[in-house]
T-cell receptor, first 112, second 113 residues
Framework: EAGVAQSPRYKIIEKRQSVAFWCNPI?????LYWYQQILGQGPKLLIQ????????DSQLPKDRFSAERLKGVDSTLKIQPAKLEDSAVYLC??????????FGEGSRLTVL | RKEVEQDPGPFNVPEGATVAFNCTYS??????FFWYRQDCRKEPKLLMS???SGNEDGRFTAQLNRASQYISLLIRDSKLSDSATYLC??????????????FGKGTTLSVSS
């Protein structure tokens, strides 16, 4: 079974530029999450989708971050404009009905 | 108190040792919890799922202490390959409706020969 696909794997941008990350979850997984993981910390939830609806985006910095999952399958996370503190790994995960999360390999962002 | 607290370590142990990590939590509402393993520069991967008070899988044992609000992970006969960061996902912060899983910051284990 194919896992969670993410792209790009690495991205380097300058502050105030924009960036977009893409995620394709495991087939049939209705729940999709975006997490931000800063070096040395655990993953921090940014947004959770159930099909194409947002369940929880309370920790998403909405002034600069946006995410969508228009057809209930793949999802895009955008940052505009980026700040230095946005340097992190952005992890996409999809969830089994029993609760387990399966992560993609992540997109590593460096903001200079 | 913070929702999830983990001792970041590092725990440095020799091969063959037994090591245990705890993870304290608040706001409990369910009994299911998870432990994830994360290797350096890799994504977290599910290590154990627990839907009751505990689970054992080979050298790994996970337990829930509801009264004291902590979960634990015990690793027996440590191997070099066990070196990684272990992330806890305590109970109470997810449901069938899909509430988000909240991760601890992780405990780093280093097993040496």
């Amino acid at each position: 079974e194919a896992g969670v696909a993410q792209s790009p794997r690495y991205k380097i941008i300058e502050k105030r530029q924009s960036v977009a990350f893409w995620c394709n979850p495991i087939s049939g997984h209705a729940t999709l999450y975006w997490y931000q993981q800063i070096l040395g910390q655990g993953p921090k939830l940014l947004i959770q989708f159930q099909n194409n609806g947002v369940v929880d985006d309370s920790q998403l910095p909405k002034d600069r971050f946006s995410a969508e999952r228009l057809k209930g399958v793949d999802s895009t996370l955008k940052i505009q404009p980026a700040k230095l503190e946005d340097s992190a790994v952005y992890l996409c995960a999809s969830r089994l009905i029993t609760g387990e999360l399966f992560f993609g390999e992540g997109s590593r962002l460096t903001v200079l | 108190r913070k929702e999830v607290e983990q001792d970041p370590g590092p725990f440095n142990v020799p091969e063959g040792a037994t090591v245990a990590f705890n993870c304290t939590y608040s706001n409990s509402a369910s009994q299911s919890f998870f432990w994830y393993r994360q290797d350096c520069r890799k994504e977290p991967k599910l290590l154990m799922s627990v839907y009751s008070s505990g689970n054992e899988d080979g050298r790994f044992t996970a337990q829930l202490n509801r009264a004291s609000q902590y979960i634990s992970l015990l690793i027996r006969d440590s191997k070099l390959s066990d070196s990684a960061t272990y992330l806890c996902v305590p109970p109470g912060l997810w449901s069938q409706a899909g509430t988000a899983l909240i991760f601890g910051k992780g405990t780093t284990l280093s097993v040496s020969s």
